[in-house]
């Protein structure tokens, strides 16, 4: 399995108890779907394992997980502090407005005002915002994503309408 195939889930965070079961972080918005999962992909020195799950229980964002073949806490040491991962298809699907940062990748955005601007080249993540970055005249132009500005997603046609505040654009371009 190819990183690039599959969604960030969460890390190996602890040992819990003494028979191989581990405390896992989930970094996901809705843990409670991940309640009755067979198997996870963890990384190990950059390729993805494939780990089959005896036993999940969920609280809250913390999965405490037994795996099959995993009878110690000895036998966790390689996987301790590892991310974990699932294949991009068992992302539940997103409806209206709401989207994966890595389905809008290569979407046009469109402006109410303006027309077709460009194409998303990337979505950046920051704690208190996350921006598009937008390819626009050969300048990367990037775009909070708010309600305010980000009107609709179009998945059909693989656009996001947006209205631009007035002068963004030219904060790029002079």
């Not at 969604?7 to 809705?30: A, C």
């Not at 999965?63 to 539940?92: C, H, M, R, T, W």
């Not at 950046?124 to 980000?150: C, F, G, V, W």
Request: hydrophobic content about 40%; some cysteine.
């Amino acid at each position: 399995m190819d990183i690039d195939a599959c969604f960030h889930l969460g890390h190996v965070i602890k040992p819990h108890g003494l028979k191989g079961e581990v405390s896992i972080l989930l970094d996901v918005d809705h843990p409670q779907n991940y309640k009755e999962l067979e198997s996870v992909f963890i990384e190990i020195n950059k390729k993805l394992v494939p780990f089959f799950i005896d036993t999940i229980k969920l609280k809250n964002d913390v999965a405490v997980v037994k795996f099959e073949d995993i009878d110690s806490a000895e036998n966790l040491k390689n996987i301790l502090g590892q991310d974990l991962y699932l294949p991009l298809e068992l992302l539940p699907p997103l409806e209206g407005n709401h989207f994966y940062f890595h389905e809008v990748i290569g979407f046009v955005v469109v402006d109410d005002s303006l027309g077709q601007l460009g194409t998303i080249s990337s979505i950046y993540t920051h704690p208190n915002q996350s921006l598009i970055a937008m390819d626009y005249r050969n300048t990367e132009i990037l775009i909070p994503i708010t309600d305010k500005i980000l009107h609709s997603v179009n998945r059909k046609e693989n656009t996001i309408n947006v209205d631009l505040p007035e002068g963004l654009l030219d904060i790029y371009l002079d």
